[in-house]
């Protein structure tokens, strides 16, 4: 039994398939036409794998690169002869998206044209994100993928405004569709829900926006010289980049 024991421990301990994972990495980078390099990858498929300074470039303007990363696999998918990944998680990530429109690219289309997610859990903890019209950073987070959605929450700041925010995507042939979501903002509460992609068109309420704080978020609202709160209900319709808000 105590070899047993010990025998159990030195494999928990091992490195195995790590050079596997990186060239599975590398072939995944090169499948979007991108470049995945990591610095390091440890590791076995029992208790998973832990990739260390990985980045990422993309041609559909995603840059990405992460102090960490762990890969849990699903063990009992392994049983099967089948290897996929039952959870992520990552810390220390930044992630500059220069076309939102296009992320969808970075994902296969299954029968008919439908985005097809994996079946998968993903953390994070310290993420910085750059877009074109807002950045932001989340201190916390959790996604849930299936086929067909994914369940979301986070919390994090935008502009030094501390945030919460939870919600439900769908994924249809033609469109991603916001099922819902509820953002917090100190006393401000958003409610949105309608298409994200190809184009939005979202309608939702607003509750409780300050209109000082709203100069944090939008500094071109400094110029109106408006105090107090504003509550209301909203469209927002067009393009990603430039749609019309009402």
Do not use: C, H, W
């Given at each position: 039994v105590a070899v047993l024991a010990i025998g159990f421990i030195v494999l928990l301990n091992?490195?195995?398939?790590?050079?596997?994972?990186?060239?599975?990495?590398?072939?995944?980078?090169?499948?979007?036409?991108?470049?995945?390099?990591?610095?390091?990858?440890?590791?076995?498929?029992?208790?998973?794998?832990?990739?260390?300074?990985?980045?990422?470039?993309?041609?559909?303007g995603l840059g990405l690169s992460a102090e960490k990363i762990d890969l849990n696999l699903d063990l009992s998918?392994?049983?099967?002869?089948?290897?996929?990944?039952?959870?992520?998680?990552?810390?220390?990530?930044?992630?500059?998206?220069?076309?939102?429109?296009?992320?969808?690219?970075?994902?296969p289309a299954g029968p008919g044209g439908k985005l097809v997610l994996p079946e998968l859990e993903i953390n994070v903890s310290d993420i910085a994100v750059t877009?074109?019209?807002?950045?932001?950073?989340?201190?916390?987070?959790?996604?849930?993928?299936s086929p067909s959605a994914v369940d979301?929450?986070?919390?994090?700041?935008?502009?030094?405004?501390?945030?919460?925010?939870?919600?439900?995507?769908?994924?249809?042939?033609?469109?991603?569709?916001?099922?819902?979501?509820?953002?917090?903002?100190?006393?401000?509460?958003?409610?949105?829900?309608?298409?994200?992609?190809?184009?939005?068109?979202l309608s939702g309420k607003l509750e409780g926006l300050d209109l000082v704080k709203l100069a944090d978020l939008w500094p071109a609202s400094q110029k109106l010289g408006v105090e107090g709160k504003l509550s209301g209900a909203f469209t927002a319709r067009g393009p990603l980049g430039a749609p019309s808000v009402e």
């Open positions: 091992s490195n195995i398939g790590s050079e596997q994972v990186a060239k599975e990495l590398e072939s995944a980078g090169q499948a979007i036409n991108g470049e995945i390099t990591v610095s390091s990858v440890r590791g076995n498929p029992i208790v998973g794998y832990s990739i260390e300074g990985l980045s990422l470039t993309s041609p559909v998918g392994l049983l099967k002869g089948k290897v996929a990944l039952s959870s992520v998680g990552l810390k220390g990530m930044a992630v500059d998206i220069k076309d939102p429109a296009r992320l969808k690219e970075l994902f877009m074109p019209q807002v950045s932001f950073a989340v201190s916390q987070g959790k996604a849930n993928l979301f929450s986070f919390k994090g700041k935008v502009s030094d405004i501390e945030v919460e925010e939870e919600g439900r995507i769908r994924i249809d042939k033609d469109a991603i569709v916001l099922e819902k979501d509820t953002v917090r903002m100190g006393e401000t509460v958003l409610v949105a829900s309608g298409k994200v992609y190809p184009e939005l068109d």
